[in-house]
């Protein structure tokens, strides 16, 4: 079991000489435009990366973190939550002509379609027609390369479950529909009584998963173990689970390994969750001196949360944080016995590209 106070001491002094930056708070431009707080003094600007194709530097972000893990375990798993416009990238700037982006849809297992039919404004509300359709439509990409997708709604009245699984089903996609969003995920759906397409056979790749469980807070569950043993005795053909319970203590490498085995016995994939757009404040790498502005990396806060800050994920020090050594997220979680990873904040580059959409999220 590695307790978060041993793995927050050693990750601080391995990081010390690459994380003990100047308080400077950085200028950061996009698209020409300065990025503050909402203050009109320059000096209190919280971005900076000028000149950066943000979409090729999450690509970037995306690969280095699938070859870690791979380095690791040959089949690691990797998936992202959203990230539709990742898919592709322009070709011919003038014409504005795009094609897939052939090494990053090598780089994925997946991705996660949040609310494909339910959840997009609020939690149980329906899709307009138009709003899926725009969707639909930009999932094609996916499905002309044969990029898994899998489909994550939020609702609870069995008729409109039925209904996001049957839209799902319709389009190939694998479905989940969760009783809560965010923290509010944190217990297992009980409608339908058992997985969509339930089987007893064992999972070994991605394009074997026909059903899915997705848990964003475990301590619901009581503790660490009877998470675990909750969640064995479910048939699911894969499970993501955040990788601390109760942001005190890992799971532990026993407790994955139980989920790793179905109520049947047969073997599937579990999958732990990492922001890869986004610092917790709750986090063990993160240290007490840390600050908007100090590391320079460190941004303001993310729309709709209050212990989570943008960060500029490209910078060097961020990717040390998850990637590439062993004091880094990703070594925690492949000792841990992971099969494989969902990157969350992968569709923050948007943020950088588009300063006016921070703004919108915002004020929503």
């Known amino acids: 079991m590695m307790k978060l106070t041993v793995w927050k001491k050693c990750a601080t002094m391995a990081f010390a000489l690459s994380f003990m930056a100047t308080g400077a708070v950085a200028q950061v431009t996009s698209q020409g435009k300065v990025l503050t707080d909402g203050d009109d003094d320059p000096s209190k600007a919280i971005y900076s990366g000028p000149s950066l194709d943000y979409a090729a530097e999450m690509r970037k972000l995306v690969q280095n973190i699938s070859k870690y893990g791979r380095k690791f375990k040959r089949d690691f798993l990797v998936l992202t939550y959203g990230g539709r416009g990742l898919l592709t990238q322009l070709i011919d700037v003038d014409q504005l002509i795009s094609a897939p982006s052939s090494v990053y849809l090598q ?151 139980k989920m790793q085995f179905k109520k049947t016995g047969a073997r599937r994939p579990v999958l732990a969750y990492l922001d890869i757009g986004a610092a917790d404040v709750g986090a063990f790498y993160w240290q007490d001196s840390w600050r908007m502005g100090n590391p320079s990396w460190i941004l303001d806060l993310a729309p709709s949360s209050s212990d989570k800050y943008l960060v500029q994920y490209w910078h060097p020090s961020w990717h040390q944080v998850l990637y590439g050594h062993n004091m880094s997220f990703m070594y925690g979680i492949m000792k841990e016995g992971y099969d494989g990873i969902l990157l969350d904040g992968v569709e923050n580059y948007e943020f950088f590209d588009n300063p006016d959409k921070l703004d919108e999220e915002r004020a929503q």
């Not at 009245?157 to 809560?180: C, E, H, L, M, S």
């Not at 475990?218 to 503790?223: D, K």
């Not at 499970?239 to 601390?244: A, E, H, K, S, W």
């Open 107 to 257: 780089t994925i297992d997946g991705i996660i379609q949040p609310h494909l039919s339910y959840g997009m404004d609020a939690f149980g509300e329906a899709l307009t027609e138009k709003e899926q359709k725009g969707i639909l439509e930009e999932l094609q990409i996916a499905r002309d390369t044969g990029l898994n997708v899998f489909t994550l709604d939020y609702a609870s009245k069995p008729k409109d479950v039925d209904k996001a699984i049957r839209t799902a089903a319709q389009n190939k996609f694998v479905p989940y529909v969760a009783p809560g969003m965010g923290l509010r995920n944190n217990k297992i759906a009980n409608w339908p009584k058992r997985p969509f397409r339930e089987n007893s056979h064992t999972v070994t790749n991605a394009q074997s998963i026909k059903n899915y469980l997705i848990i964003n807070d475990s301590s619901r569950f009581g503790t660490r173990e009877e998470y675990a043993m909750k969640v064995h005795n479910t048939n699911f053909d894969m499970v993501i689970t955040p990788v601390f319970h109760r942001r005190s203590t890992t799971l532990g490498r026993h407790n994955v390994r």
